[in-house]
Protein backbone atom coordinates (compact mmCIF):
# COMPACT_ATOMS: atom_id res chain seq x y z
CA UNK A 1 0.00 0.00 0.00
CA UNK A 2 1.46 3.64 -0.53
CA UNK A 3 0.75 6.72 1.24
CA UNK A 4 -1.77 7.93 -1.19
CA UNK A 5 -4.69 4.84 -0.86
CA UNK A 6 -4.74 4.82 2.65
CA UNK A 7 -6.40 7.78 5.20
CA UNK A 8 -3.59 7.74 7.90
CA UNK A 9 -4.90 8.46 11.38
CA UNK A 10 -2.27 9.91 14.09
CA UNK A 11 -3.64 9.08 17.64
CA UNK A 12 -1.86 10.29 20.20
CA UNK A 13 -1.99 9.85 24.30
CA UNK A 14 -1.98 12.04 26.68
CA UNK A 15 -1.47 15.71 26.18
CA UNK A 16 -1.06 15.35 22.37
CA UNK A 17 1.85 15.16 20.56
CA UNK A 18 3.90 18.20 20.46
CA UNK A 19 5.46 19.70 17.40
CA UNK A 20 8.58 18.14 18.06
CA UNK A 21 7.03 14.45 18.52
CA UNK A 22 7.50 12.17 15.87
CA UNK A 23 3.46 11.75 14.96
CA UNK A 24 3.55 15.74 14.69
CA UNK A 25 6.67 15.28 12.37
CA UNK A 26 5.15 12.60 10.28
CA UNK A 27 1.25 14.13 9.79
CA UNK A 28 3.22 17.13 8.43
CA UNK A 29 4.94 14.96 5.64
CA UNK A 30 2.01 12.73 5.01
CA UNK A 31 0.35 13.89 2.76
CA UNK A 32 -3.55 11.43 3.60
CA UNK A 33 -1.98 11.94 7.68
CA UNK A 34 -4.47 13.43 9.70
CA UNK A 35 -4.29 13.96 14.24
CA UNK A 36 -7.82 11.98 15.93
CA UNK A 37 -8.30 15.39 17.63
CA UNK A 38 -9.56 14.92 21.19
CA UNK A 39 -11.72 17.97 23.09
CA UNK A 40 -9.31 16.73 26.57
CA UNK A 41 -5.64 16.29 25.92
CA UNK A 42 -4.71 16.67 29.92
CA UNK A 43 -8.25 15.02 30.89
CA UNK A 44 -9.22 11.93 28.80
CA UNK A 45 -12.40 10.41 28.96
CA UNK A 46 -11.95 6.85 27.66
CA UNK A 47 -15.60 6.96 25.98
CA UNK A 48 -14.73 10.39 24.37
CA UNK A 49 -11.64 9.47 23.30
CA UNK A 50 -12.59 6.08 21.67
CA UNK A 51 -15.82 7.84 19.97
CA UNK A 52 -13.36 9.98 18.38
CA UNK A 53 -11.34 7.44 16.91
CA UNK A 54 -14.04 5.86 15.70
CA UNK A 55 -15.81 8.54 14.30
CA UNK A 56 -12.42 9.23 12.53
CA UNK A 57 -12.27 5.74 11.35
CA UNK A 58 -15.63 5.62 9.88
CA UNK A 59 -15.53 9.12 8.25
CA UNK A 60 -12.79 7.55 6.40
CA UNK A 61 -12.81 7.66 2.39
CA UNK A 62 -9.72 4.93 2.22
CA UNK A 63 -8.35 2.02 4.27
CA UNK A 64 -7.37 3.50 7.03
CA UNK A 65 -3.64 3.06 8.78
CA UNK A 66 -3.76 3.85 12.43
CA UNK A 67 -0.60 5.50 14.00
CA UNK A 68 -1.18 5.23 18.06
CA UNK A 69 1.72 6.29 20.63
CA UNK A 70 0.63 5.89 24.06
CA UNK A 71 -2.67 6.42 25.56
CA UNK A 72 -3.80 6.22 21.94
CA UNK A 73 -2.84 2.80 21.39
CA UNK A 74 -5.51 1.69 24.49
CA UNK A 75 -7.57 3.99 23.05
CA UNK A 76 -7.44 2.46 19.57
CA UNK A 77 -8.02 -0.77 20.86
CA UNK A 78 -10.98 -0.18 22.61
CA UNK A 79 -12.66 1.43 19.61
CA UNK A 80 -12.51 -1.50 17.20
CA UNK A 81 -15.92 -2.90 18.16
CA UNK A 82 -17.24 0.75 16.44
CA UNK A 83 -15.44 0.52 13.32
CA UNK A 84 -17.58 0.49 10.18
CA UNK A 85 -14.98 0.78 7.59
CA UNK A 86 -11.98 -1.06 6.76
CA UNK A 87 -9.22 -0.86 9.04
CA UNK A 88 -5.83 -1.62 7.12
CA UNK A 89 -3.22 -1.69 9.59
CA UNK A 90 -2.08 -0.77 13.00
CA UNK A 91 1.17 0.95 14.35
CA UNK A 92 1.05 0.88 17.58
CA UNK A 93 3.96 2.51 19.78
CA UNK A 94 5.01 2.52 23.56
CA UNK A 95 1.65 0.84 24.76
CA UNK A 96 0.95 1.55 28.42
CA UNK A 97 -0.01 -0.77 30.94
CA UNK A 98 -3.64 0.31 31.58
CA UNK A 99 -3.70 -2.45 34.26
CA UNK A 100 -0.97 -1.32 37.12
CA UNK A 101 -2.11 0.84 39.53
CA UNK A 102 1.74 1.79 40.50
CA UNK A 103 2.27 3.39 36.75
CA UNK A 104 1.30 6.88 37.03
CA UNK A 105 -0.65 8.55 35.58
CA UNK A 106 -3.72 7.05 37.49
CA UNK A 107 -6.33 7.90 34.41
CA UNK A 108 -4.31 5.00 32.22
CA UNK A 109 -6.30 2.23 34.28
CA UNK A 110 -9.30 4.15 33.04
CA UNK A 111 -8.48 2.47 28.93
CA UNK A 112 -8.13 -0.82 30.41
CA UNK A 113 -7.72 -3.68 30.90
CA UNK A 114 -6.74 -4.32 27.07
CA UNK A 115 -9.02 -6.93 25.00
CA UNK A 116 -6.45 -10.17 24.24
CA UNK A 117 -8.40 -11.23 20.86
CA UNK A 118 -6.35 -11.06 18.00
CA UNK A 119 -6.92 -8.08 16.03
CA UNK A 120 -8.97 -7.86 13.15
CA UNK A 121 -5.92 -6.20 11.06
CA UNK A 122 -2.59 -6.68 10.36
CA UNK A 123 -0.34 -4.64 12.83
CA UNK A 124 3.12 -3.94 14.08
CA UNK A 125 4.05 -3.13 18.39
CA UNK A 126 7.29 -1.18 19.15
CA UNK A 127 8.19 -1.15 22.82
CA UNK A 128 11.13 -0.05 24.95
CA UNK A 129 12.57 -1.91 27.51
CA UNK A 130 12.82 1.13 30.06
CA UNK A 131 9.76 2.96 29.32
CA UNK A 132 8.14 4.64 31.96
CA UNK A 133 4.91 4.45 31.40
CA UNK A 134 4.63 0.67 30.09
CA UNK A 135 6.56 -2.70 31.18
CA UNK A 136 8.52 -4.66 28.23
CA UNK A 137 7.27 -7.64 29.21
CA UNK A 138 3.29 -6.51 29.11
CA UNK A 139 4.25 -4.70 25.98
CA UNK A 140 5.09 -8.15 24.59
CA UNK A 141 2.66 -10.13 25.99
CA UNK A 142 -0.19 -8.42 24.44
CA UNK A 143 1.34 -7.87 20.75
CA UNK A 144 1.46 -11.85 21.68
CA UNK A 145 -2.26 -12.30 22.13
CA UNK A 146 -3.27 -9.11 19.24
CA UNK A 147 -1.21 -11.64 17.09
CA UNK A 148 0.89 -8.22 16.22
CA UNK A 149 4.59 -8.15 14.95
CA UNK A 150 6.57 -7.05 18.10
CA UNK A 151 9.61 -4.96 17.85
CA UNK A 152 12.05 -4.61 20.77
CA UNK A 153 13.42 -0.51 20.19
CA UNK A 154 15.82 -1.40 23.14
CA UNK A 155 16.07 0.87 26.27
CA UNK A 156 14.78 4.52 24.96
CA UNK A 157 12.40 5.66 27.12
CA UNK A 158 8.78 6.44 26.17
CA UNK A 159 9.90 6.99 22.39
CA UNK A 160 8.41 10.54 22.58
CA UNK A 161 10.03 13.74 21.45
CA UNK A 162 11.60 13.74 25.76
CA UNK A 163 13.67 10.40 24.70
CA UNK A 164 15.23 11.98 21.62
CA UNK A 165 12.41 10.55 19.10
CA UNK A 166 11.22 14.09 17.68
CA UNK A 167 12.68 12.90 14.01
CA UNK A 168 12.95 9.15 14.76
CA UNK A 169 13.86 8.01 11.76
CA UNK A 170 13.71 4.21 12.45
CA UNK A 171 10.61 4.54 13.25
CA UNK A 172 9.68 6.21 9.98
CA UNK A 173 11.82 2.87 8.11
CA UNK A 174 9.68 0.65 9.77
CA UNK A 175 6.23 2.47 9.31
CA UNK A 176 7.47 2.54 5.20
CA UNK A 177 8.07 -0.88 5.16
CA UNK A 178 4.59 -2.18 7.37
CA UNK A 179 2.49 0.33 4.97
CA UNK A 180 4.11 -1.27 1.65
CA UNK A 181 3.20 -4.95 2.91
CA UNK A 182 -0.25 -3.90 3.47
CA UNK A 183 -3.09 -4.79 0.54
CA UNK A 184 -4.82 -1.64 -0.81
Do not use: C
Amino acid sequence: MKVSEADILIVPGYTNSGADHWQSRWEAKLSTARRVEQAEWSKPVREDWTEAVADAVNQAERPVVLVAHSLGVPTVIQSIPRFKKRVAGGFFVAPPEVANPSIRPKHLMTFGPYPRDPLPFPSVVIASRNDPYGSFDVAEDIAGAWGSLFLDAGEVGHLNAESGHGPWPEGSMIFAKFLTGLKA
